[in-house]
Nanobody
Framework: QVQLVESGGGLVQAGGSLRLSCVVS????????MAWYRQAPGKQRELVAS???????NYVNSVKGRFTISRDNAKNAVHLQMNVLKPEDTAVYYCNAFPYKDSWWGQGTQVTVSS
């Protein structure tokens, strides 16, 4: 059973920063492109950023220049550094493979940005 554990969410004022982390098993980390997704209240889950096994990255337009996805090979972790946060970034953030695998969704971590 694949377990992805997200952490790092919280409540922050607009303009602030948060760093999300996702720890995965070594084999999952080594073999898969990974991504961060988010789901805001009343909206569909969306892809935020992805990173390949060779660390090539891609971002949804709304976060370009503000968010940075990275891989920590030593810790089998995927991070999402979020800067200049906006109220519209409020959502539950999840990590998963890219493309995602239905059975891999975890609990996510809540990010709330106040105006």
């Amino acid at each position: 059973q694949v377990q992805l554990v997200e952490s790092g969410g919280g409540l922050v004022q607009a303009g602030g920063s948060l760093r999300l982390s996702c720890v995965v098993s070594a084999i999952i980390f080594r073999l898969n492109d990974m991504a961060w997704y988010r789901q805001a209240p009343g909206k569909q889950r969306e892809l935020v950023a992805s990173i390949t096994t060779s660390s090539s990255t891609n971002y949804v337009n709304s976060v370009k220049g503000r968010f940075t996805i990275s891989r920590d090979n030593a810790k089998n972790a995927v991070h999402l550094q979020m800067n200049v946060l906006k109220p519209e970034d409020t959502a539950v953030y999840y990590c998963n493979a890219f493309p995602y695998k239905d059975s891999w969704w975890g609990q996510g971590t809540q990010v709330t940005v106040s105006s």
